[in-house]
């Protein structure tokens, strides 16, 4: 068995042809572009691709395996160089029992298994060329569907105070929206971890995810999941989730939840805090709207002590590009030498890195590989701050 490093919710933010999937992700955010930075820059094993049900990114991948640029797996998944792509896709919910918008993931073991998706979803919905648009049918019959295709169901970003399963969604359980049985793993959100999800006793039974939800090539692997596996597969991977034959998840890699934008309740309109629980008007600006967060949801839903312990390590990982003294061009000096951001996160000794970096800079990284960083919470939007001259509490 080996180790890989797996983000599985990536946006396609153009196809070949400058078309728009993710209207908000960045235009280098295209298939091959996303596979040579994953693969080479980033060093993950395996990624998740969730805009494959769009035609033209459908095309663009079997054009791709014609041409001999990807290989499609016989157990599923396209592998690239030392990279393999599962085909996703995130859709919204909103249905008469979901109380509010809600995304979710559907991943499908094969380019046929896809395009059979693809087909299906355009009855469904208006645009099915464009990421996470609404599906006009109800949660079970989406999860039955994914099912009947040999696929995988995971809600997404579950915490998250906008379309989310938790956040605007369920009032009391997930059993409210979806089938629990045909459910594969959940998945955490940036403002959340394991000691703060394991406090919903009805999650017991589900793997937990980190994935970065990147809008752009240099948020990939901001978040990202450990699992051993034989091999990366799309069948190995839904081994991983059942806890079969010796594959499991091993290890989640994330944000600190304060570094996370919907940390703490904000004021909407100035994004100040509220003095008192259950505030009606905000006391810096009157604005009356709040986006309640994270922190503040799990404390209304929380039914049993955290149960942290039972599961695998929950790594408050600080990308790279968050430590001061690495820029573009220091980031790009480590690359010369130790390959990948998963190698200098991972792999390289802090002697290794004072070889290369300022003892300053260097000692930046061990910092935050120990979690030994100082934290400035977020919320309403606006990410959390690190403070590298004091320590987390």
Known sequence: MREFFADIHIHIGRTRTGRAVKITGARSLTIDQILIEASENKGMGMIGVIDAQSPEVLEELVDGVREGRYTELDDGGLSFGQTVLLLG????????????????????????????????????????????????????????????LGGLFIPAHIFTPHKSLYGKGVKVSLTEVFDPDQIDAVEL??????????????????????NSDAHSLGK???????????????????????????????GNYGLAPRLGKYYHTTCEKCGTRPEIEDEKKCHACGH??????????LKELADQESDNGKRPPYVHQLPLQFIPGIGAKTLQKLKNVFQTEMNILHQATENELKAVLPEKTANYIIKARKGEVGLIAGGGGVYGKVDMNHEST
């Open 89 to 148: 896709s995130e859709l919204e919910i909103n249905d008469d029992h979901s109380n509010g918008p809600i995304h979710v993931l559907a991943f499908m073991p094969t380019l046929q298994k896809m395009s059979e998706f693809s087909a299906w979803l355009s009855l469904h919905m208006k645009n099915v060329h464009l990421s996470s648009q609404r599906l006009y049918v109800d949660g079970r019959t989406l999860q039955h569907k994914v099912k009947e």
């Open 288 to 297: 009356t709207w709040w986006t309640k967060g994270v922190s503040e949801r």
């Open 189 to 210: 959100g940036l403002s959340c971890d394991t000691s703060m999800a394991s406090q919903l006793s009805e999650l017991n039974r589900y793997p937990f995810l980190t």
């Open 220 to 250: 990939i692997a901001r978040e990202y999941t450990k699992i051993q596996m034989d091999h990366a597969s799309f069948t190995e991977f839904a081994l991983a989730l059942q806890g079969k034959d010796g594959r499991k998840i091993t």
